[in-house]
């Protein structure tokens, strides 16, 4: 990259999840059903959760929250691939780059902390049942999503911020297929110190930091389970296996990202754990937490007038 006589980049080019054209039709067909699917079922739960009375309750509260952020989440990155998938024009505008990464950072980091307030959920109603409904009132839920908003807002603004007072001259080739942290970074003219040290330092609360919270919720929740009846562990075990099983992926694919140096970032790596994050984790969520649930699938089949959602 010549970063000395090199003009000011006015757009970007999204080199994609492959280079190989053959490639292209059938990734083009698989994100678009994934995309599908995940429209699908988190509009579902929406609708679902707004109209049937049995599911107004803090746990289908939160869980329509969380559909309403992946809604938003899987539709800033999904719809642009696809677009560059069956075009020979890969390009973004610098701005247009901006504002995906903005909006990219708040559904992404509100998702994550909406996936912490759901241990929190899963801890009342198993270790302090009696109180769960006094505990996890509306009024509650409402701050708690509403904090989720503020903090990830916040969160975007900074890092955003950051990002535009870089000088970028040159390559305007960004390995991926979105607007994402260290692409950008590994673009940029600029003394990228600052950037990295919010990464490591704010991202550690931000992300982190609700990544604790979960475990350290878990654990205790363990303890308490333990001391159930087998039936009761199986239960409790049931609705919480579900909550761990994103928890994982999400997390796990988030750290492998954004918590590694730039300088050691691989492009191939951080789009695989990129399309583990912003593609599969928002589809599998209302199928994984909310669709194999008894209430979810009666409510269901009032709405459609069908039995064949019953066993």
């Not at 260290?182 to 931000?206: H, Y």
């Not at 579900?242 to 590694?260: D, N």
């Amino acid at each position: 990259m010549d970063c000395e006589n090199g003009t000011d980049i006015v757009e970007f080019v999204l080199l994609g999840l492959s280079t190989q054209p053959e490639h292209q039709p059938l990734f083009f067909l698989i994100f678009l059903l994934m995309y599908l699917a995940g429209l699908l079922g988190n509009i579902m739960m929406i609708v679902l959760i707004t109209l049937d009375a049995r599911l107004q309750t803090p746990m289908y509260f939160l869980l329509r929250s969380l559909s309403v952020v992946d809604v938003g989440f899987i539709s800033v990155t999904v719809p642009q691939m696809l677009a560059h998938l069956i075009s020979s024009s890969k390009t973004i505008p610098f701005y247009s780059c901006m504002a995906q990464f903005f909006f990219f950072y708040i559904f992404g980091v509100t998702d994550l902390l909406m996936v912490s307030i759901m241990a929190l959920d899963r801890f009342v109603a198993i270790c302090n049942p009696l109180h769960y409904v006094t505990v996890m009132n509306q009024k509650f839920c409402r701050h708690l999503v509403a904090g989720c908003w503020i903090v990830s807002t916040l969160h975007s603004v900074l890092h955003a911020g950051l990002l535009l007072r870089l000088s970028y001259r040159g390559d305007n080739h960004l390995t991926h297929y979105f607007c994402d942290h260290q692409p950008l970074l590994q673009l940029s003219c600029s003394d990228i110190s600052m950037n990295e040290a919010a990464i490591f330092f704010e991202g550690v609360v931000v992300i982190l930091g609700p990544f604790v919270f979960i475990i350290v919720t878990y654990a205790r929740i363990v303890a308490a389970v333990i001391k159930f009846s087998s039936s009761g562990r199986r239960k409790a075990f049931s609705t919480c296996s579900s909550h761990l099983t994103i928890v994982v992926l999400f997390y796990g694919a988030i750290i492998g990202v954004y918590f590694l140096p730039t300088s050691t970032y691989s492009s191939q790596h951080g789009t695989i754990f990129a399309v583990m994050y912003t593609v599969i984790t928002p589809m599998s969520n209302p199928y994984i937490y909310s669709l194999r649930n008894k209430d979810v699938k009666e409510a269901l089949r009032d709405l459609l007038g069908k039995r064949v959602f019953s066993h």
